[in-house]
């Protein structure tokens, strides 16, 4: 593809994520827009890295997990004329974290729903993040190739618990056995169904008109009831509105059948029609326009590489502005210090490549030795600092000790290289005890496992009587000073250095709540940010 303008070439970049609750089909349709995108010529090669789904407890396959989404946690691939970078979420709940910040980094979502199940509890909160940005969000209704809910149902359920108004772009004719198609409500055609396979085909059947006497033909049982449903939901619902969309308030909706290769084309029109291109990003001091030609981006994920013996790590990075060329060169803000980067990743459906250009909207990786942390911000120089990337109060927590007290310091320094890639939360109190929180317990076991394969240490995970922590912020010096005094047992320091206090239980917190109405307790703080 040719290179055009920066302005021209940010304008057809896509950058998008899939949220759902596991088993709604991510993987599936991930996989369908990839075979659609032609980046890949057939299914089958993405769906062999769930296979640590439902293995919880199992390091090989947590390892293979992890190793493997190294290679798929970004997809580029172009479709008609546009750029597409679809960012991978983790599967598991226990890296909700991760998926948390990855949502940081994109302009859309596409949001699946499983037709049977209906809004269940992850796609929930994943909802509730996007909206922290008001991230545009396409809602693909999935599985109607089974027995499901009535659509209807499914529509005042999104509506009603994820608190979005609904615009239905198209209507579907039947479900499991009998489904026929999908009626689209804007070009008033019928698209019939055909169940697809591993590759795409491109014989799909329109019929054009609800009266349509061959619809009569064809589904002489069902069509009375299409009709009487399209015109419901002609009347009932509101028409799409882009601009309502692009707000975060109105999510237009789809149905069809991933597995299938159904709806996956239109999706990707979607994303290609509404969804924004690279949006302005916020800085502490400025908002950054995609097309301004100097460099800027942030780091949204670290993830350690496939080959645990040389202990390098790939930090992502979303561009917000300017063009990435190997050899540029730029300033790390945290540290003030001057990076070249000449080996930038670029990622493709199943391969990562050298990048050679890359624009507003496109992640890449930055080989990492450690310099380089989530939330971190690179400029051409600019003193910038990229908001809003979170950390959410941990919700479990172990108190960390090597076996072999001699490897105390190897101990220290694994978690701090750990916690600064976002794989756990470390806290150090008064007492010296390096106290792990986690979001799902299942990062514990890959720290201690970690800690083991690339540190060489053996640690000892002891249960801590701390069960909720709240980062704290003062009114004044003398508030800190006096709360230091009398809260030190139950106070300590983040890897940023941000106090934070560690309560026993609901209880506890919230009397030492209201002993201290001045102080502040939050549950989500940003990353780099120093709270005052
Ligand atoms: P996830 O990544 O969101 O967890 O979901 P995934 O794509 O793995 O899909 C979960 C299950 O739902 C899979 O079945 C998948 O084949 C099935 N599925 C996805 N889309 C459709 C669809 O349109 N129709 C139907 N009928 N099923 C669909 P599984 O039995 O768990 O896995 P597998 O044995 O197929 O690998």
Aim: aromatic share 8%.
């Amino acid at each position: 593809m040719s290179i055009g303008s920066l302005a021209e070439e940010v304008a057809r970049r896509r950058t998008f994520a899939i949220i759902s609750h596991p088993d709604a089909g991510k993987t599936t349709l991930t996989e369908k827009l990839l075979l659609f995108g032609g980046a890949i010529q057939q299914a089958g090669t993405v769906k062999a890295r769930k296979s640590a789904k439902h293995a919880t407890s199992d390091w090989m396959e947590v390892e293979k997990q992890r190793g493997i989404s190294v290679s798929s946690s970004v997809m580029q691939f172009d479709y008609v004329g546009h750029t597409i970078n679809l960012l991978d979420t983790p599967g598991h709940e226990d890296f909700s974290e991760d998926t948390y910040r990855v949502l940081t980094a994109v302009d859309a979502a596409v949001m699946v729903i499983d037709a049977a199940k209906g809004v269940e509890e992850r796609t929930i909160k994943l909802l509730d993040v996007c909206r922290m940005r008001n991230t545009p969000i396409i809602t693909f209704i999935n599985k109607l190739d089974r027995e499901v809910r009535e659509p209807i149902s499914l529509i005042e359920e999104v509506e009603l618990v994820l608190k979005i108004d609904c615009a239905p772009l198209a209507w579907p004719l039947g479900m499991g056995k009998r489904f026929r198609g999908v009626f689209d409500l804007r070009h008033d055609r019928l698209l019939r169904f055909a169940a697809g396979e591993s590759r795409v085909s491109t014989d799909e059947e329109l019929i054009e008109g609800l009266d349509n006497p061959r619809l009569d033909e064809l589904f002489p049982d069902e069509i009375g009831a299409l009709r009487g449903e399209v015109e419901l939901m002609r009347a009932a619902s509101a028409p799409f509105d882009v601009e309502l969309f692009l707000a975060g308030m109105q999510t237009p909706v789809l149905f069809g059948s991933a597995i299938n290769n159904f709806g996956v084309r239109e999706i990707l029109q979607a994303l290609v029609d509404w969804a924004p291109a690279p949006q302005p990003r916020q800085a502490a001091s400025r908002e950054v326009r995609p097309d301004e030609p100097a460099f800027t981006g942030f780091v949204f994920k670290i993830q350690a590489n496939m080959d645990p013996r040389h202990r390098d790590r790939i930090a992502f990075l979303r561009i917000c502005s300017g063009r990435y060329e190997p050899g540029c060169r730029v300033v790390h803000q945290r540290t003030g210090r001057e990076l070249k980067l000449a080996h930038a990743l670029s990622f493709m459906a199943n391969e990562r490549v050298a990048s050679e250009s890359a624009v507003a909207g496109d992640i890449i990786g930055l080989h990492n030795h450690g310099q380089l942390q989530i939330g971190d911000t690179l400029t051409e120089g600019e003193k910038l600092a990229f908001r809003g990337i979170p950390y959410f109060a941990p919700e479990i927590f172990r108190v960390a000790r090597a076996r072999d007290p001699f490897k105390a310091k190897q101990l220290a320094k694994g978690l701090k290289e750990l916690g600064e890639e976002g794989a756990i939360q470390v806290f150090n109190n008064a007492m010296g005890h390096l106290l792990l929180g986690a979001v799902g317990p299942l990062q514990f076991e890959i720290v201690a496992h970690r800690l083991q394969t690339e540190y060489q240490v053996d640690a000892v995970y002891d249960v801590s009587d701390t069960n909720l922590a709240r980062w704290l912020v003062f009114p004044d010096e003398a508030a800190r000073k006096k709360f230091e005094r009398e809260q030190a047992h139950r106070l300590a320091l983040d890897v940023d250095g941000n106090p934070v206090y560690l309560a026993p239980n609901r209880y506890n917190l919230q009397v030492t709540m209201e002993a201290w109405p001045a102080v502040r307790f939050l549950a989500t703080r940003e990353h780099g940010e120093r709270l005052a």
